[in-house]
């Protein structure tokens, strides 16, 4: 399989209740603006969810919707998560290598999992190609994500320092900030930002894009050796350009 050159390959993770179509639709202000130098790719999780989990999503997108992991309401636990992290390995080791990866909401539990790979092989396949950076969008620490049942402890080694660098981006309004903050490890190199919004992927522009521009750039130097010039600043002129010429993905009802 032959990629076009000197573009980083980045794995996107969607969120609970959502499908590829959903992150792409979330995902194509920065597909449009990193479009010369990264490659956005998407893959549905594993399970299907049959009940009506966000009416917003349904309303606006065709299903089915999946998730990452089944939640067991009466036991407040996830289940399900190393089996969806194991097809996640197994995507890759036939697809890959992937530079990075990047989760939104329970698709950044999976990509953790993926970035601590070498530390989880009694629980998770071996990853062939190891990943060089991670980007978690409201990613969440929430006890009941746990997906080592029978040993919880080993939930502490996603809250240890990362071989990788991270860039960790959520909502100062979200709802869910105090589990998202408890999600950061502020340990080795990583980068936090916080937008203005809610538990959503904002479309950052001007000075609000400079971190995660920034954080791409040198992921990019790492690769190729080479500076990443944008052809135009990510700023209001350029989210009015992108509104303007914005299409509604074929699968979406709006």
Not at 111 to 139: H, S, T, W
Request: aromatic share 16%.
């Amino acid at each position: 399989m032959s990629f076009p050159a000197k573009k980083l390959r980045i794995l996107c993770l969607h969120g609970y209740y959502n499908n590829v179509d959903v992150m792409r639709y979330q995902m194509d202000f920065y597909m449009t603006a990193f479009k010369d130098f990264a490659t956005f790719e998407f893959l549905n999780g594993v399970y299907k969810i049959d009940y009506e989990y966000d009416p917003q999503i349904t309303k606006k997108f065709e299903g089915p919707f999946y998730g990452w992991g089944n939640l067991d309401m009466e036991r407040e636990q996830m289940t399900g998560t190393l089996e969806a992290t194991n097809y996640v390995i197994d995507y890759i080791n036939n697809t890959g290598p992937y530079d990075g990866v990047l989760g939104f909401s329970q698709g950044c539990l999976v990509a953790r999992l993926l970035l601590k790979n070498k530390e989880l092989r009694q629980y998770c396949k071996k990853l062939d190609y190891p990943l060089n950076f991670g980007i978690l969008v409201a990613a969440l620490a929430y006890y009941h994500l746990n997906p080592f049942h029978d040993r919880p402890e080993d939930y502490e080694i996603l809250h240890t320092k990362y071989e990788q660098p991270l860039f960790y981006l959520y909502g100062k309004n979200d709802p869910l900030i105090y589990y998202i903050e408890k999600c950061v490890v502020s340990e080795g190199e990583y980068s936090v930002f916080l937008h203005g919004g809610k538990h959503k992927i904002p479309r950052l522009i001007g000075s609000n894009i400079e971190p995660l521009l920034r954080f791409i750039s040198k992921r990019y130097w790492d690769k190729y050796k080479s500076v990443l010039v944008m052809s135009k600043p990510i700023d209001k002129d350029y989210e009015i350009e992108y509104m303007n010429s914005f299409q509604i993905p074929l699968r979406s009802k709006i």
